[in-house]
């Protein structure tokens, strides 16, 4: 059984910066390809980025491209997300998620392991 867990949320003013971590348990996270997703409250939940098992390719939602990365260390068994610039439209709890597959996906539907979330506001 593979656990992740988000950390790293908080409240931030808009035009500010947060780092998201994900640590997951389980001996095999560096053949996982990894996500984040968000949901606001009364919304769908939604992705946000996703990255391969090696790290070395990387997909974001349009709106996110040049705020967000999304960056793994596979020693670490963690991935993490640096969101800069903030909106308060990027008010949501974020959630990591794990995929047993290699490549990338921007489908919820792909992911077999998701953690609680972690509850990230910004404030105007």
């Known amino acids: 059984q593979v656990h992740v867990v988000e950390s790293g949320g908080g409240l931030v003013q808009a035009g500010g910066s947060l780092r998201l971590s994900c640590l997951s348990s389980?001996?095999?996270?560096?053949?996982?390809?990894m996500g984040w997703f968000r949901q606001a409250p009364g919304k769908e939940r939604e992705f946000v980025s996703t990255?391969?098992?090696?790290?070395?390719?990387?997909y974001y939602a349009d709106s996110l491209k040049g705020r967000f990365t999304i960056s793994r260390d596979n020693a670490k068994n963690t991935v993490y997300l640096q969101m800069n610039s903030l909106k308060p439209e990027d008010t949501a709890v974020y959630y990591c998620?794990?995929?047993?597959?290699?490549?990338?996906?921007?489908?919820?539907?792909?992911?077999?392991?998701w953690g609680q979330g972690t509850q990230v506001t910004v404030s105007s």
């Open positions: 389980g001996r095999t996270f560096s053949l996982y390809a």
């Open positions: 990255i391969n098992w090696s790290g070395d390719t990387t």
């Open positions: 998620a794990g995929g047993r597959f290699s490549t990338i996906s921007s489908s919820r539907n792909q992911y077999d392991y």
